[in-house]
Each structure stands twice: as structure tokens, then as C-alpha cells.
């Protein structure tokens, strides 16, 4: 771009409104038409206030259709103009990119510096941006047309919502021309203000479906935790009480069980608000929690009995994919081999994750490690601990008991500690 | 820039890339990055994108990506220009999901028909007049795209009715799914005047039979559209595998199914939201 443009002193470089000299133009020029320069003028400015209004309106009935877009084609119309752009900052903010062009397709996903392009320009210093006709070269976000779409006047128009500027409207009349005029440029900004605020509220609406079911999960998130834990909790404690205060021993047995299944209750209720509160939290990415969970429960048509799950520690810190991924495949190894070939009736799986590493630990009460069609899968779980800088140890749970059962660990190194 | 750049070239690129964002994708999820390079297109998966409840393997994304994949090819057919396709190049980048490069002296590889297709293909909807409804199944019968039979068809609608049921008792997986999907899914009148499902199988249950069961997908899908013909994908049959096995043994086929859709008289109506070009598209070195 930069020989075509050369420094500072480029015709479309300033952001002031040629407000005197343009309207002296006008009046020049159109003195021999039918309607006064006056009139003409307050034409114009009606057209803007309408198209004004009915934006609002258009935007939030068209549930369908792309905000940007019928922004654009308001534009187009209202302003006389053959080519309306709007250009949106790209994510390195360096950047504008060509996000709806009426009129000029061929510039669609096209990219411009911040620093070197109108509509960069205005998005930079939040003020409309005029190129006259009379400009020699055209701005360089206009100059990729083809040469029977070659654009005289342009405007570049700041599109600004509540955090600041959202992008600009570009908006280019033919070579033939007129310039724009001090009443455009005023009413092109009162209209893109009009526009953004019906922007953000049509925006608004289409998040609105997601937020409502995430606000159902954080309240019920919330109501668990505040009431049903609490009551629990209480109980436990008066049952305890209670039972310290039982003479007969088998009682006082059977009470102590029925706190210490309500303490398991209550832990698996806690896994539970976790696992809504992290949907609320990241809805977009799967918690390696969440993945584990659902392994799990692919494995319960496989088991005579849903695998005990425990699940502890700061899971959310294992953000290597790899990794997780690897984590995942192994619970889902050491599950198929209860369920296969252990013939478990019961498996416990706890996944826990320490400062350092992350360990998945899978007790059953199967028939244990001997048999040799087994040998291939712990292959592939030694593998995965080895690549991951951990272990995995696989030996029996109960030794010398009728079901001695399997009890296999398998770590992990947390990357970036 | 140090090495001279043919604009021409970048232009159809630019125009393939958009092109591929204009895609249709399994419940309009968009799951995709366009890659904009010196010589050529690449399509990366946007896994923020995917439906982690009803499509945990991906399946869907990567169907998705294929009908993107084939609007890169329309694109640059239809300007002219020879074309090296890769699927999944890169061993250790599974979310690079194909390049595509220009090869200056090669045919293109679709024929000419293309230019019209790609017309299709970046509006988004057709606006054509209904000429020959029904004859699209014709066109998708045999290959890899089955048109369900007459008598079969209650059999598979029930299979999609189950499916539904499932994802509306499922709350995260309901929540993936705007409740304008789901009845688009079902059955309606107006769908019931043309033989209208398909199912799009493959041999291959695995990311590649993914993607080129979404190209082909969309290369009957716009097909389609010049006839005056939409198709729907309706996820939720094929998201869940018994239903998938269920639906194998119907149609008596050794492939996997891939997506079942609808087909329905073209409605003309406004373009469909998309995502912003700014998170889909990146002019990379």
C-alpha cells in the first residue's frame, strides 16, 4: 500500500467535514435545478430521519436476516450512493476487514491496516472521514474495484456503540458523482448511531435464548447449594448427635452408615453444582470433567452397576489437549477392561488432580489382571502415562480373595508446573 | 511484500474463502475458519463452534467443513482455475481439515455448471422457481446419497422422531439446538408433497468418510437449489449410534449414515445470519 499512498499528506487523511466549502459547492452546482439548494437539502435530511427511524424497527422484526447487511442497504438507498461497506476491526486490532459490501461484493473479507484505510481511520479516531471526488487516488480499501466500478466521493462513518467504536460504514458515490455534503456527512453520523444502538439491541436478542438457559442453570446451581446441602448437612449432624447417644451397639452401627451415606450424597451433589456451574461458566469448551462424566456414562449399559465416580482437585487445570484427551481415552480403557473382560459387578473410578500430576485410579471387583487378551490395552495405557511423564501401575485389589479384583493407576504430568 | 503477489490470484482465493463461510452446516453452527494463504485455501475446524453434547466426535463439524470444502472448489472452478485438494494434511493439526491449492495449469475440477452453483452457493438460498420437484432424488439416488424409498419412509421418520424425543428430554442437549431446528426436523404438509428424505451414507465411519459425505452433501444440496428444491440436514438422527445402526438396517446399506435430510419446496426468505467474516476468516503469510 505504501506507494500508492505516500505519507501523511493523502487527500483522505483528515477527519474534519469540508462543512463551508462543500455546501458553497452544492449551491454552485444545483443552482439550475428545479427545487431550491434549501430544499433539496431539507429532502435529503428527511430521507435520513425516516431511514433513521425505520431502522430500529427493521432490524429487531427480521429476526433472519444480517443486521449489518440491512444497515447497509438503508444506506445505499437513503444516500444515493453505489457502493456501502461496512468494515469490522479484526481480532489483532491492527486490522479492518470488509464484512458486508452492497454493491461491491469483490471486496468481501478483503483487509486493510488500521493505519492506512478510511474505515480504519474512523474506527481509530471515532470521526467521519471524507475522500472527495476530486481526490486523485482512491482510498485503498476502494481501490481493489474493478476499473468500471472506479468510486469518486467517499465517506467513512464510525459505527459507535457503548464499548466504543464497533466499525465503520463506508459509503462511495460513483466517479461521476457528487461530493458529499456537510448535511451527509451529519446525518450519515446521526443514522450510524441510530444504527448501532439497533445493533447492539438485535445482538442482544439473539444471545438472549443461550443466557436464559444458562441463568436456569446457575439458579438451580445456586438453590442446590444453598438449600438442599445445608438441610443434609444439618441431618447429618442430628443424626450423629443422636447416635452418639444410642446405647445398643448395632444401632448405633446402622446410624453412623446412614450419616456416612448422606456425606457421599452430599459429595456427589457437590460434583453436581460444579458441573452446572462450570456449563454456565464455559459453555463452549468441554471441562475435562464434563468428559470424563460422560465417558463414564457410556460405560453404564456395560456394567452391572454405574461406575462410582469421584472426581477431585482442580481439573480445570489440565489445559493441554493432548493430555486431556489422553486422560479421557484412559478412563475409557480402564472402564472397558472392568466391563469386558474383569466381569466386575462394581467399579469405582476416581480422577484426581494434584498440583502436579493428574491420577485416574479404577477398582473392580472383577476376576483380576491374569488373562492374556487383556495385555494389548495396558500396553496402550503404559504408552499414554510414558508420553505424559507419569506411571501406570496395574496390580490386584484384594489379593488371595475369590473375586481378587484390579486396582490400576495410571498419573499423568500436568503440563506447566 | 517481498515476493510478487498476483491479485488475481488472492482475489479468487478471497472469493473461495467466502464462499466456504456461505456453506451450510448441520444446524447452522458455522464450525469453521477459513485460511486465506498466498496460493491457496485452508479450511481449520472451529471447535468452539461444535456441539459438544450432540456431536462429541465431531462428526457433524467435520460433515460441516466438507460442504465448505466444496464451495472452495465450486469457487475456483468457476474462475477457472486447476486445483490440488488435501484432506486433513497435517498429521498432528486434526483441526486442519483440507488446503486446498491453486495449480495454475491444471482444469478445473468441477465443470462449468459450477459458475452457476457457485451463485447458488453464496446466496444461500435459492431463488430459482420450482422446475422439476422430485428430480432431485434422481440425482442423489445411488453414490453415496439415498433417497429413502416411499415405503420405508415411515420407518424413517420414526427414527427421527425418536431422535428428537431424545434431545428434548436431554436439557444440555436441547440447549444446543435453537427450537427452530428441532421443527424444522420434523415432518411438515408442505414437506410431505415431495419425496423428500435423503440420507447421505458412507463406508468409511471416520473423519474422512465425514468430510466427503459433507462435500457430496452439498454438491446435491445446491444441485438441489437450482431446482428450486432446499434441503435440511436433520442432525439429531444420526447423532446417536443405535440410531445410526437402526437406520443402516432400514435402508439395507453397509454404510454408515451420515446426516438424513429433507427435502422441501425452496422458500425464498432472507439470507441466514452468519457469522462475522472477522471470526471466520484470516489472511494468513
Given at each position: 500500500?505504501?506507494?500508492?499512498?505516500?505519507?501523511?499528506?493523502?487527500?483522505?487523511?483528515?477527519?474534519?467535514?469540508?462543512?463551508?466549502?462543500?455546501t458553497?459547492?452544492?449551491?454552485?452546482?444545483?443552482a439550475?435545478a428545479?427545487?431550491?439548494?434549501?430544499?433539496?437539502?431539507?429532502?435529503?435530511?428527511?430521507?435520513?430521519?425516516?431511514?433513521?427511524?425505520?431502522?430500529t424497527?427493521d432490524?429487531?422484526?427480521?429476526?433472519?436476516a444480517?443486521?449489518?447487511?440491512?444497515?447497509?442497504?438503508?444506506?445505499?438507498?437513503?444516500?444515493?450512493?453505489?457502493?456501502?461497506?461496512?468494515?469490522?476491526?479484526?481480532?489483532?486490532?491492527?486490522?479492518?476487514?470488509?464484512?458486508?459490501?452492497?454493491?461491491?461484493?469483490e471486496?468481501?473479507?478483503?483487509?486493510?491496516?488500521?493505519?492506512?484505510?478510511?474505515?480504519?481511520?474512523?474506527?481509530?479516531?471515532?470521526?467521519?472521514?471524507?475522500?472527495?471526488?476530486?481526490?486523485?487516488?482512491?482510498?485503498?480499501?476502494?481501490?481493489?474495484?474493478?476499473?468500471?466500478?472506479?468510486?469518486?466521493?467517499?465517506?467513512?462513518?464510525?459505527?459507535?456503540?457503548?464499548?466504543?467504536?464497533?466499525?465503520?460504514?463506508?459509503?462511495?458515490?460513483?466517479?461521476?458523482?457528487?461530493?458529499?455534503?456537510?448535511?451527509?456527512?451529519?446525518?450519515?453520523?446521526?443514522?450510524?448511531?441510530?444504527?448501532?444502538?439497533?445493533?447492539?439491541?438485535?445482538?442482544?436478542?439473539?444471545?438472549r435464548y443461550?443466557?436464559?438457559?444458562?441463568?436456569?442453570?446457575?439458579?438451580?446451581?445456586?438453590?442446590?447449594?444453598?438449600?438442599?446441602?445445608?438441610r443434609?448437612?444439618?441431618?447429618?449432624?442430628?443424626?450423629?448427635?443422636?447416635?452418639?447417644?444410642?446405647?445398643?451397639?448395632?444401632?448405633?452401627?446402622?446410624?453412623?452408615?446412614?450419616?456416612?451415606?448422606?456425606?457421599?450424597?452430599?459429595?456427589?451433589?457437590?460434583?453436581?453444582?460444579?458441573?452446572?456451574?462450570?456449563?454456565?461458566?464455559?459453555?463452549?469448551?468441554?471441562?475435562l470433567?464434563?468428559?470424563?462424566?460422560?465417558?463414564?456414562?457410556?460405560?453404564?449399559?456395560?456394567?452391572?452397576?454405574?461406575?462410582?465416580?469421584?472426581?477431585?482437585?482442580?481439573?480445570?487445570?489440565?489445559?493441554?489437549?493432548?493430555?486431556a484427551?489422553?486422560?479421557?481415552?484412559?478412563?475409557?480403557e480402564?472402564?472397558?477392561?472392568?466391563?469386558?473382560?474383569?466381569?466386575?459387578?462394581?467399579?469405582?473410578?476416581?480422577?484426581?488432580?494434584?498440583?502436579?500430576?493428574?491420577?485416574?485410579?479404577?477398582?473392580?471387583?472383577?476376576v483380576?489382571?491374569?488373562?492374556?487378551?487383556r495385555?494389548?490395552?495396558?500396553?496402550?495405557?503404559?504408552r499414554?502415562?510414558?508420553?505424559?511423564?507419569?506411571?501406570?501401575?496395574?496390580?490386584?485389589?484384594?489379593?488371595?480373595?475369590?473375586?481378587?479384583?484390579?486396582?490400576?493407576?495410571?498419573?499423568?504430568?500436568?503440563?506447566?508446573? | 511484500?517481498?515476493?510478487?503477489?498476483?491479485?488475481?490470484?488472492?482475489?479468487?482465493?478471497?472469493?473461495?474463502?467466502?464462499?466456504?463461510?456461505?456453506?451450510?452446516?448441520?444446524?447452522d453452527?458455522?464450525?469453521?475458519?477459513?485460511?486465506?494463504?498466498?496460493?491457496?485455501?485452508?479450511?481449520?475446524?472451529?471447535?468452539?463452534?461444535?456441539?459438544?453434547?450432540?456431536?462429541?466426535?465431531?462428526?457433524?463439524?467435520?460433515?460441516?467443513?466438507?460442504?465448505?470444502?466444496?464451495?472452495?472448489?465450486?469457487?475456483?472452478?468457476?474462475?477457472?482455475?486447476?486445483?490440488?485438494?488435501?484432506?486433513?494434511?497435517?498429521?498432528n493439526?486434526?483441526?486442519?481439515?483440507?488446503?486446498?491449492?491453486?495449480?495454475?495449469?491444471?482444469?478445473?475440477?468441477?465443470?462449468?455448471?459450477?459458475?452457476?452453483?457457485?451463485?447458488?452457493?453464496?446466496?444461500?438460498?435459492?431463488?430459482?422457481?420450482a422446475?422439476?420437484?422430485?428430480?432431485?432424488?434422481?440425482?442423489?439416488?445411488?453414490g453415496?446419497v439415498l433417497?429413502?424409498?416411499?415405503?420405508?419412509?415411515?420407518?424413517?421418520?420414526?427414527?427421527?422422531?425418536?431422535?428428537?424425543?431424545?434431545?428434548?428430554?436431554?436439557?444440555?442437549?436441547?440447549?444446543e439446538?435453537?427450537?427452530?431446528?428441532l421443527?424444522?426436523?420434523?415432518?411438515?404438509?408442505?414437506?410431505?408433497?415431495?419425496?423428500?428424505?435423503?440420507?447421505?451414507?458412507?463406508?468409511?465411519?471416520?473423519?474422512?468418510?465425514?468430510?466427503?459425505?459433507?462435500?457430496?452433501y452439498?454438491?446435491?444440496?445446491?444441485?438441489?437449489?437450482?431446482?428450486?428444491?432446499?434441503?435440511?440436514?436433520v442432525?439429531?438422527?444420526?447423532?446417536?449410534?443405535?440410531?445410526?445402526?437402526?437406520?443402516?438396517?432400514?435402508?439395507?446399506?453397509?454404510?454408515?449414515?451420515?446426516?438424513?435430510?429433507?427435502?422441501?419446496?425452496?422458500?425464498?426468505?432472507?439470507?441466514?445470519?452468519?457469522?462475522?467474516?472477522?471470526?471466520?476468516?484470516?489472511?494468513?503469510?
Open positions: 500500500m505504501a506507494e500508492v499512498f505516500p505519507g501523511e499528506s493523502s487527500a483522505w487523511n483528515y477527519h474534519t467535514p469540508p462543512a463551508e466549502s462543500a458553497h459547492a452544492i449551491e454552485a452546482r444545483e439550475p428545479l427545487r431550491s439548494p434549501d430544499q433539496k437539502l431539507s429532502l435529503r435530511r428527511e430521507q435520513w430521519l425516516s431511514a433513521a427511524t425505520t431502522i424497527r432490524l429487531l422484526v427480521d429476526a433472519g444480517d443486521s449489518l447487511q440491512v444497515i447497509a442497504r438503508t444506506v445505499r438507498d437513503v444516500a444515493g450512493a453505489r457502493f456501502v461497506t461496512v468494515a469490522l476491526p479484526t481480532h489483532d486490532g491492527r486490522h479492518v476487514m470488509i464484512e458486508v459490501a452492497v454493491g461491491a461484493e471486496l468481501l473479507g478483503t483487509t486493510y491496516s488500521v493505519d492506512d484505510s478510511l474505515a480504519g481511520c474512523a474506527i481509530r479516531t471515532g470521526q467521519a472521514v471524507v475522500h472527495r471526488a476530486a481526490d486523485t487516488e482512491a482510498p485503498p480499501e476502494w481501490d481493489q474495484l474493478p476499473i468500471t466500478q472506479r468510486v469518486g466521493a467517499v465517506i467513512a462513518v464510525p459505527l459507535l456503540g457503548p464499548d466504543g467504536v464497533r466499525g465503520a460504514l463506508g459509503i462511495a458515490r460513483p466517479a461521476e458523482g457528487d461530493d458529499f455534503v456537510a448535511v451527509d456527512i451529519e446525518m450519515a453520523m446521526m443514522f450510524a448511531n441510530h444504527a448501532s444502538v439497533a445493533l447492539e439491541l438485535a445482538d442482544g436478542r439473539e444471545q443461550r443466557v436464559e438457559i444458562l441463568e436456569d442453570r446457575a439458579r438451580l446451581a445456586g438453590d442446590l447449594h444453598d438449600h438442599v446441602i445445608q443434609l448437612f444439618a441431618a447429618a449432624l442430628r443424626l450423629e448427635m443422636a447416635g452418639d447417644d444410642i446405647a445398643d451397639d448395632d444401632a448405633s452401627d446402622e446410624v453412623s452408615s446412614v450419616v456416612t451415606s448422606i456425606r457421599d450424597t452430599i459429595g456427589q451433589l457437590r460434583n453436581t453444582i460444579t458441573g452446572l456451574r462450570s456449563q454456565t461458566v464455559a459453555t463452549n469448551t468441554t471441562t470433567r464434563r468428559r470424563v462424566e460422560r465417558v463414564t456414562d457410556e460405560f453404564a449399559v456395560l456394567l452391572p452397576h454405574h461406575a462410582r465416580l469421584r472426581i477431585d482437585g482442580p481439573l480445570e487445570r489440565v489445559t493441554d489437549r493432548m493430555l484427551d489422553d486422560v479421557v481415552a484412559v478412563v475409557r480402564m472402564l472397558s477392561n472392568a466391563g469386558r473382560h474383569a466381569f466386575a459387578s462394581q467399579v469405582d473410578l476416581a480422577v484426581v488432580a494434584g498440583d502436579e500430576t493428574i491420577t485416574v485410579v479404577v477398582v473392580d471387583d472383577g483380576g489382571v491374569g488373562s492374556p487378551e495385555r494389548s490395552g495396558l500396553d496402550s495405557l503404559t499414554r502415562a510414558d508420553r505424559n511423564g507419569g506411571t501406570f501401575i496395574v496390580d490386584t485389589a484384594r489379593p488371595g480373595t475369590e473375586r481378587p479384583g484390579t486396582r490400576a493407576v495410571w498419573t499423568g504430568r500436568i503440563v506447566g508446573t | 511484500m517481498t515476493t510478487a503477489v498476483d491479485p488475481g490470484l488472492q482475489r479468487a482465493l478471497r472469493r473461495a474463502a467466502v464462499a466456504a463461510t456461505r456453506a451450510p452446516s448441520v444446524l453452527t458455522q464450525p469453521w475458519r477459513m485460511v486465506v494463504r498466498r496460493e491457496s485455501v485452508e479450511i481449520h475446524a472451529d471447535r468452539s463452534h461444535q456441539l459438544r453434547h450432540l456431536d462429541p466426535d465431531g462428526r457433524s463439524l467435520i460433515f460441516s467443513c466438507g460442504s465448505a470444502l466444496t464451495n472452495v472448489l465450486l469457487s475456483l472452478s468457476a474462475d477457472g482455475l486447476g486445483t490440488h485438494i488435501t484432506r486433513f494434511p497435517e498429521f493439526r486434526p483441526d486442519l481439515i483440507a488446503a486446498v491449492h491453486i495449480v495454475p495449469d491444471d482444469q478445473p475440477v468441477l465443470d462449468p455448471l459450477s459458475a452457476a452453483l457457485r451463485v447458488a452457493a453464496v446466496d444461500g438460498v435459492c431463488t430459482t422457481p422446475r422439476s420437484i422430485g428430480a432431485p432424488m434422481a440425482v442423489v439416488e445411488g453415496a433417497a429413502v424409498p416411499p415405503r420405508l419412509r415411515e420407518i424413517v421418520e420414526c427414527i427421527v422422531r425418536e431422535s428428537i424425543d431424545r434431545v428434548r428430554a436431554d436439557p444440555s442437549a436441547h440447549a439446538i435453537r427450537p427452530a431446528w421443527s424444522a426436523a420434523m415432518p411438515t404438509q408442505q414437506a410431505a408433497a415431495i419425496p423428500s428424505l435423503g440420507v447421505v451414507v458412507d463406508d468409511r465411519d471416520a473423519r474422512e468418510g465425514w468430510l466427503r459425505a459433507g462435500e457430496r452439498q454438491l446435491m444440496a445446491l444441485d438441489c437449489a437450482l431446482r428450486g428444491v432446499s434441503t435440511i440436514p442432525l439429531p438422527a444420526t447423532a446417536f449410534p443405535d440410531l445410526r445402526t437402526a437406520l443402516r438396517n432400514v435402508l439395507g446399506t453397509t454404510e454408515t449414515p451420515q446426516l438424513v435430510f429433507r427435502a422441501v419446496a425452496a422458500l425464498p426468505g432472507p439470507p441466514r445470519r452468519r457469522r462475522r467474516l472477522v471470526d471466520t476468516l484470516v489472511e494468513g503469510a
